[in-house]
């Protein structure tokens, strides 16, 4: 039996970590189209169009984090030994992100549908996420590089709750 995550919760895992980027590039736009408008100018098409973007974005990887954290709890990984300190750092290190991404997608819809006026808070949230996921980035490498050990496999391979057999069928001999 391999142990990690189901198929569902790495596919989360990466779709959310392939939209993130996008927030990054997109973000700058958020900015020169609200200066635009205030100063009476029309917005440059392709600043409009990576708002759009970063706005719908946002939302999927609020909604993906979300969906993610209740298949975590509702299928959790199974368990790795581990020290002790190198559980709690996981665990923190994870809950963090899990609660930075998503209040930070809270962020951005109050900051795009109620108020702009939340809009530095949304600002520092970027940067948090980035440290935060950079350090994420840094464990896997760690694990991965130095120690040489599974971690990386568990979200990259499929959890098989079945032990597999494997048959070959016997062949005719002549």
Do not use: C
Not at 141 to 163: G, I, K, N, Y
Request: hydrophobic share 50%; no cysteine.
């Amino acid at each position: 039996m391999r142990n990690g995550y189901h198929l569902s919760q790495i596919v989360m895992h990466w779709f959310i970590a392939l939209l993130l980027p996008i927030q990054y590039l997109t973000g700058g736009s958020i900015e020169r189209t609200h200066h635009a408008v205030h100063m009476g100018m029309q917005p440059a098409s392709s600043d409009i169009l990576q708002h759009t973007i970063h706005n719908y974005a946002g939302l999927l990887i609020g909604a993906a984090m979300v969906l993610r954290l209740l298949l975590r709890v509702l299928q959790p990984p199974s368990p790795r030994k581990r020290l002790k300190g190198q559980h709690l750092a996981a665990a923190l290190l994870h809950g963090s992100m899990y609660v930075a991404i998503i209040f930070q997608a809270a962020l951005g819809v109050v900051a795009s549908y109620v108020t702009f006026a939340v809009a530095p808070l949304h600002v520092i949230g970027s940067n948090v996420i980035l440290a935060v996921v950079g350090l994420h980035f840094v464990a896997a490498a760690w694990h991965t590089l130095v120690r040489r050990d599974a971690t990386l496999d568990r979200m990259m391979l499929p959890r098989s709750d079945q032990p597999r057999t494997w048959t070959v069928k016997n062949a005719k001999t002549t």
